[in-house]
């Protein structure tokens, strides 16, 4: 009776420590690094972001760190601020400059050494870019030049912005950015050998330009849609002696040329020439 007894204890200790077996393994694992985001959304030069994961485990005892590389550098760790119970962890990248590729992990690591990794990535700078803040602002048949103005408050990627002339492609914009209130300056392959030899081949337009007969200049964004159309329908035939600058008002005028700097506004209107 005493062996039975005997054995029926040593049973019930084994199911025992086989259920605490059992326990302690379904504690055992990886996190779960369930959502990765970071904020801003878009992220423009000046801006930190905010990494925020939310990680759970079981058996608690989690610690995350963000691990990020800007422009192809060295990668940084930044140790991410969290309940050890779970929940969101967060932690910062700091401002990059324009342009600037970073790519970033989350490594989420528990009281028994695992760990899980999740990683994200952004570009400094790309934005929705508002084309509309682009506009032709002075258009020189004598000096053969096409100036555009950015007159918003947000840099413009002009990648894909192309002009036509008389409705045929003539310039094509190239990754270059174009800052708020700054001026890009296109000149006419007629007079860069003789002008503007050391002129930027990128800068340059495939066509003349004319200061005595009709002209259209169309400005697009790179899905085709006009942003701008300067279209002279009733030139009278005379020699232009200037510029075609917009005034403060936004209206056309005969100007004083100057190339790539702000207008000087004009008192001979070409409105009526539309």
Same mark, same amino acid.
């Given at each position: 009776?005493?062996?039975?007894?005997?054995?029926?204890?040593?049973?019930?200790?084994?199911?025992?420590?086989?259920?605490?077996?059992?326990?302690?393994? %379904?504690?055992?694992? /990886?996190?779960?690094?369930?959502?990765?985001?970071? &904020?801003?959304?878009?992220?423009?030069? !000046?801006? &930190?972001?905010?990494?925020?994961?939310?990680?759970?485990? *079981?058996?608690?005892?989690?610690?995350?760190? %963000?691990?990020?590389? =800007?422009?192809?550098?060295?990668?940084?760790?930044?140790?991410?601020?969290? =309940?050890?119970?779970?929940?969101? @962890?967060?932690?910062?990248?700091? =401002?990059?400059?324009?342009?600037?590729?970073?790519?970033?992990?989350?490594?989420?690591?528990?009281?028994?050494?695992?760990?899980?990794? &999740?990683?994200?990535?952004?570009?400094? !700078?790309?934005?929705?870019?508002?084309? +509309?803040?682009?506009?032709?602002?002075?258009?020189?048949?004598?000096?053969?030049?096409?100036?555009?103005?950015?007159?918003?408050?947000?840099?413009?990627?002009?990648?894909?912005?192309?002009?036509?002339?008389?409705?045929?492609?003539?310039? +094509?914009?190239?990754?270059?950015?174009?800052?708020?209130?700054?001026?890009?300056?296109?000149?006419?392959?007629?007079?860069?050998?003789?002008?503007?030899?050391?002129?930027?081949?990128?800068?340059?337009?495939?066509?003349?330009?004319?200061?005595? /007969?009709?002209?259209?200049?169309?400005?697009?964004?790179?899905?085709?849609?006009?942003?701008?159309? @300067?279209? *002279?329908?009733?030139?009278?035939?005379?020699?232009?002696?200037?510029?075609?600058?917009?005034?403060?008002?936004?209206?056309?005028?005969?100007?004083? =040329?100057?190339?790539?700097?702000?207008?000087?506004?004009?008192?001979?209107?070409?409105? !009526?020439?539309?």
């Amino acid at each position: 009776m005493k062996k039975v007894l005997f054995i029926a204890a040593a049973l019930l200790l084994s199911v025992v420590a086989l259920n605490s077996c059992v326990e302690d393994n %379904l504690y055992r694992g /990886k996190c779960q690094i369930e959502t990765v985001n970071y &904020a801003p959304k878009f992220v423009n030069e !000046g801006d &930190a972001v905010t990494v925020t994961a939310f990680i759970t485990y *079981i058996g608690g005892g989690i610690s995350a760190d %963000l691990v990020y590389s =800007a422009g192809g550098a060295a990668e940084k760790t930044v140790q991410m601020t969290g =309940a050890e119970t779970g929940g969101d @962890f967060t932690a910062v990248i700091p =401002a990059q400059p324009y342009d600037c590729p970073v790519e970033f992990r989350v490594v989420a690591k528990n009281k028994d050494g695992y760990t899980s990794e &999740a990683k994200g990535k952004y570009t400094v !700078g790309d934005v929705p870019q508002d084309y +509309t803040k682009l506009r032709l602002n002075e258009l020189n048949g004598n000096d053969k030049f096409i100036e555009i103005y950015n007159f918003g408050d947000q840099k413009i990627k002009l990648q894909g912005v192309y002009i036509q002339k008389d409705e045929g492609l003539n310039w +094509t914009g190239d990754n270059r950015v174009l800052d708020p209130g700054a001026y890009l300056l296109l000149y006419s392959e007629d007079v860069i050998a003789t002008d503007h030899p050391d002129w930027d081949p990128a800068l340059v337009f495939n066509s003349g330009l004319s200061a005595k /007969k009709n002209v259209r200049i169309q400005l697009f964004d790179p899905s085709g849609n006009s942003i701008d159309d @300067f279209n *002279i329908t009733k030139h009278p035939g005379s020699k232009v002696s200037g510029s075609y600058g917009r005034n403060s008002d936004g209206k056309w005028y005969v100007q004083k =040329a100057t190339p790539g700097a702000e207008n000087t506004n004009g008192t001979d209107s070409v409105e !009526g020439w539309f």
